[in-house]
């Protein structure tokens, strides 16, 4: 079975400011990870995907993640927070070859205050 | 390229009742899974379509049920309605010829059992 854990429900930070919101991922097999994110009323959104090829994985709007095995952590970054930012955001894993059923986190909600 | 789209978009039913909801496939995507996110929670995988049959199904009872029609649409149904049945249910679509897992979203059905 796979799971994924987000460390911190709410996550609060400064225009301008760094964002990390954690992830860490238990998986038996080679997992392929994502980042979604959810605006308010709003189905799901990808913004960066791994799927066992660079360990660095940009996505869009300036977030990044890196996949790193020995943590088995997924941490999405972006270094400099924008208002449009604020939304809640999953991370999600399934195992190679799994037919594209993903298992989600619980979310972080993310505010990003002037 | 036509996303994913759902419908009805918001709807009111009570205990006991039954519903089903729609959804179109993006272009070119054979696959249709569906998810319920119960309120603050992450999605919650029900059960994958594939060449209009069940192809995995997570932990939810025989009263969640869905088919897939030839041109990849989809329904789900849910039959005796529980209070705890009120969520937004989502519908993504994915290429089961590309096993990378991502999937695309539809906004969503967001159900309310009173």
């Known amino acids: 079975a796979q799971s994924v854990t987000q460390l911190g429900s709410h996550v609060s930070v400064s225009e301008g400011a760094l964002v990390l919101l954690r992830c860490n991922y238990s998986?038996?097999?080679?997992?392929?990870l994502f980042w979604y994110v959810q605006y308010p009323n709003q189905g799901l959104q990808l913004l960066l995907k791994?799927?066992?090829?660079?360990?660095l994985v940009k996505g869009i709007n300036g977030f990044e993640a890196e996949f790193k095995k020995s943590e088995t952590s997924f941490h999405l970054t972006k270094p400099s927070a924008h208002m449009s930012d604020a939304a809640e955001y999953f991370c999600?894993?399934?195992?190679?070859?799994?037919?594209?059923?993903?298992?989600f986190g619980t979310g972080t909600q993310l505010k990003v205050e002037l | 390229e036509t996303g994913v789209t759902q419908s009805p978009t918001h709807l009111i039913k009570t205990r006991g009742q039954q519903v089903t909801l729609r959804c179109s496939s993006q272009?070119?995507?054979?696959?249709v899974s569906w998810y319920q996110q119960a309120l603050g929670q992450g999605p919650q995988f029900i059960f994958q379509?594939?060449?209009?049959?069940?192809?995995g199904r997570g932990n939810f009872p025989p009263r969640f049920s869905g088919l897939q029609f030839p041109n990849y649409s989809s329904e789900l149904n849910v039959n005796a309605l529980e209070l705890d049945d009120s969520a937004l249910y989502l519908c993504?679509?994915?290429?089961?010829?590309?096993?990378?897992?991502?999937?695309?979203f539809g906004e969503g059905s967001r159900l309310t059992v009173l």
């Open positions: 993504a679509s994915s290429s089961r010829d590309s096993d990378t897992g991502e999937l695309f």
């Open positions: 998986s038996s097999v080679p997992p392929y």
């Open positions: 791994y799927t066992s090829a660079a360990t």
């Open positions: 999600a894993v399934t195992r190679t070859g799994g037919g594209n059923k993903l298992t």
């Open positions: 272009s070119g995507h054979n696959t």
């Open positions: 379509y594939y060449r209009e049959e069940e192809n």
